[in-house]
């Protein structure tokens, strides 16, 4: 409960910074914050990659190969830090972005501060202490966000964008290292260290391969489309992760360690897998059919009529967003029950297919590439489960049947407001806007109470949260883990 309360809180925050600094700025300086994610997703990746995830998925680990792992962890950003300040020149160049090194360089430190603390979070995570972490990613989110708004209003530019991605790197850093009890000691002899290392390699490969896929559409809006397009296009993509992060982030951290302890009894771990899918699917479904028939209204009035065009591109965008819920569950089961060198198969026969649908969307320009990303996203689903679920014990309807009910739900609230709009229009203003959205969450409310399976389910999930009270839990960081 306390994850979900500060990781809402930090979605209004970085909402609201979005929308402020994106006025602020106009299309053509906001597609530098395409260059901005990138570095950032990438830095984020190392935070939580296959080192980290050994720790958090291991039923007992040694202090020294924690400490190994750690050791690890570091050396391979300050790696990427440094190879990534020699490239700058030449990235600046191939980014059309010249002048501007000295951003891409200071860019290049979330890699060093995000392997710092990588262990250390994962520690917190093993021993679901939760709360910290929101605690820190909510100090973090403040800073970095009121750094770029001040920035933006001063008229710095993009490096308000490169400053908040910093003092939120750096505060995220610091604040999980303190809150973290554990110190690092001796490192443990290489052999007991390699016998993990194959689950690593694996899943950071497959996050490696996501990150590549992930990233390629925005530079590739940016190289054929230019700077403007880039920057519709971002705002466009982060309409769609910034919910899908606030679930799928936290959840993780949840998911994992759950889906790990209880795999060796199938029943249990369908039972958790389902719960987890129906989750996400109430929360995110009628979300992404909100913001998609809402788009033109939420683009005009929070962002202004500059950015009009970024609503048609996330109506399409919206479709990746129904699959991408369901895949980022797939990848948990993956992790959870040590089939990393199995999804690690998966991502190099899949993400490819992904890579060429890009290229091959290009000719149609910018919304031709959405389409391509979206469908691809949404084919890849069903696919990825049928790998996952043999040893995994899950069924071919434990996938769809948790689904079925927010599904429900998410049409009630589409039909509701396509209704609503025709008689209020979203884009007239915000009290307009705020009548349509009111409209979406009373469709989904009179689906809670008048329809006896939504009933059931978030009756089950609330009291299953009040019974994952982070309190309760073991915590053994600092010894044998």
Not at 208 to 233: C, E, H, M, Q, W
Not at 272 to 301: H, K, M, N, Q
Not at 425 to 441: H, M, T
């Amino acid at each position: 409960m306390i994850t979900a309360s500060g990781t809402w809180v930090r979605f209004v925050i970085q909402l609201a910074t979005v929308v402020l600094v994106a006025r602020l700025l106009g299309p053509e300086q906001y597609g530098f914050a395409a260059i901005v994610l990138v570095y950032a997703a990438g830095a984020e990746l190392l935070r939580v990659s296959g080192l980290s995830l050994v720790v958090v998925q291991r039923a007992s680990l040694p202090q020294a190969v924690v400490s190994s792992l750690h050791y690890l962890s570091i050396s391979a950003g300050l790696l990427i830090t440094v190879v990534l300040v020699a490239a700058g020149p030449w990235l600046a160049a191939v980014l059309s972005v010249p002048g501007h090194t000295s951003e891409l360089t200071l860019l290049a430190i979330l890699f060093a501060l995000a392997s710092s603390a990588a262990v250390p979070a994962a520690l917190l995570a093993r021993n679901l202490v939760f709360g910290r972490l929101a605690a820190v990613e909510l100090m973090a989110a403040l800073a970095g966000s009121g750094g770029a708004i001040a920035l933006s209003v001063a008229g710095a530019g993009r490096t308000a964008l490169v400053v908040q991605a910093l003092v939120f790197a750096l505060l995220q850093c610091g604040g999980t290292l303190l809150s973290c009890p554990w110190r690092p000691g001796r490192p443990a002899p290489w052999h007991d260290v390699c016998e993990h290392m194959g689950f690593a390699a694996n899943v950071s490969a497959v996050q490696l391969l996501n990150y590549v896929t992930r990233s390629f559409d925005k530079i590739l809006v940016g190289a054929f489309a230019g700077p403007a397009a880039a920057g519709l296009y971002t705002q466009a993509s982060q309409l769609l992760v910034l919910p899908l992060e606030q679930v799928s982030g936290p959840l993780q951290r949840v998911a994992i360690p759950a889906f790990s302890r209880v795999h060796a009894s199938r029943d249990r771990f369908r039972r958790s897998y389902r719960t987890v899918v129906t989750v996400v699917g109430y929360v995110l479904w009628p979300t992404f059919v909100t913001l998609a028939v809402l788009a033109d209204g939420i683009v005009r009035v929070l962002f202004g009529p500059a950015w009009a065009e970024a609503a048609s591109l996330f109506r399409i965008l919206a479709i990746a967003g129904f699959g991408q819920t369901l895949g980022y569950v797939t990848s948990w089961v993956f992790v959870a029950t040590d089939q990393v060198s199995r999804q690690s198969a998966w991502a190099f026969a899949s993400r490819p297919i992904q890579l060429f649908s890009l290229l091959a969307g290009v000719p149609w320009g910018v919304r031709g590439m959405a389409l391509a990303y979206a469908l691809t996203s949404v084919g890849m689903v069903l696919p990825a489960f049928l790998l996952a679920r043999a040893r995994a014990g899950l069924r071919v309807m434990d996938l769809f049947a948790p689904v079925l009910w927010p599904g429900v739900v998410a049409l009630t609230v589409a039909a509701s407001l396509t209704t609503a709009r025709g008689i209020v229009d979203p884009a007239a203003g915000p009290l307009s806007l705020l009548v349509n959205l009111a409209v979406a969450a009373l469709a989904a409310g009179t689906c809670a109470v008048l329809l006896p399976p939504v009933r059931a389910d978030i009756a089950s999930i609330t009291a299953l949260l009040h019974r994952r009270s982070p309190a309760a839990a073991t915590t053994t960081v600092g010894k044998e883990t």
